[in-house]
T-cell receptor
Framework: QKEVEQDPGPLSVPEGAIVSLNCTYS??????FMWYRQYSRKGPELLMYTYSSGNKEDGRFTAQVDKSSKYISLFIRDSQPSDSATYLC??????????FGKGTRLHILP | GAVVSQHPSRVICKSGTSVKIECRSL??????MFWYRQFPKQSLMLMAT?????????EQGVEKDKFLINHASLTLSTLTVTSAHPEDSSFYIC???????????FGQGTRLTVV
């Protein structure tokens, strides 16, 4: 079992819909959780960085971590075509090494 | 967020030659830098972790004599692909962190094509 599991998609939703992206992880030592957005042929861009369980909101983006179920979520409200990208979840256990999921390809349909 | 600059963004080289890729943290001191490789529609594969002033730690299966990493200062790390072969063609991305339990920021990536 990979340490961070993520459905690769693709996930297609109509413009304006709420997008829900999810990951699970297996290592209970993970404390820090991140979501990155990656456009084609570009480096990943950090969207959200959270510590332990709870919610964090930034504009249209909300990151949610449930450590009891080892579940990580990213919600995008009022989705727009420019949100179309690959979204990578990641976790860090305090040893500096970041473990990435495979990434979910998201398509927002105009 | 913090800025990490990677150069060049694209390079084509002949088989057998060496290529150097630079990764710079522009507005923070990067105590740790990471180098990744990414194949089309695949996730990031960590190649090595480098801490300023010490030898890089390579992941299993990554040839340290082929992928030379130097992290000589707190703002610069370089990856040199030595004696490049067509199978080394890939997208290479660096990331940098200011310390433990801090965010990692990525460079723009370098697309290497070996012909």
């Amino acid at each position: 079992q990979k340490e961070v599991e993520q459905d690769p998609g693709p996930l297609s939703v109509p413009e304006g819909a709420i997008v829900s992206l999810n990951c699970t992880y297996s290592n209970s030592a993970f404390q820090y959780f991140m979501w990155y957005r990656q456009y084609s042929r570009k480096g990943p861009e950090l969207l959200m960085y959270t510590y332990s369980s709870g919610n964090k909101e930034d504009g249209r983006f909300t990151a949610q971590v449930d450590k009891s179920s080892k579940y990580i979520s990213l919600f995008i409200r009022d989705s727009q075509p420019s949100d179309s990208a690959t979204y990578l979840c990641a976790s860090e256990g305090g040893d500096d090494k970041i473990i990435f999921g495979k990434g979910t390809r998201l398509h927002i349909l105009p | 967020g913090a800025v990490v600059s990677q150069h060049p963004s694209r390079v084509i080289c002949k088989s057998g030659t060496s290529v150097k890729i630079e990764c710079r943290s522009l507005d923070f001191q990067a105590t740790t830098m990471f180098w990744y490789r990414q194949f089309p529609k695949q996730s990031l594969m960590l190649m090595a972790t480098s801490n300023e002033g010490s030898k890089a730690t390579y992941e299993q299966g990554v040839e340290k004599d082929k992928f030379l990493i130097n992290h000589a200062s707190l703002t610069l790390s370089t990856l040199t692909v030595t004696s490049a072969h067509p199978e080394d063609s890939s997208f290479y991305i660096c990331s940098a962190k200011e310390g433990r339990n801090t965010e990692a920021f990525f460079g723009q990536g370098t697309r290497l094509t070996v012909v």
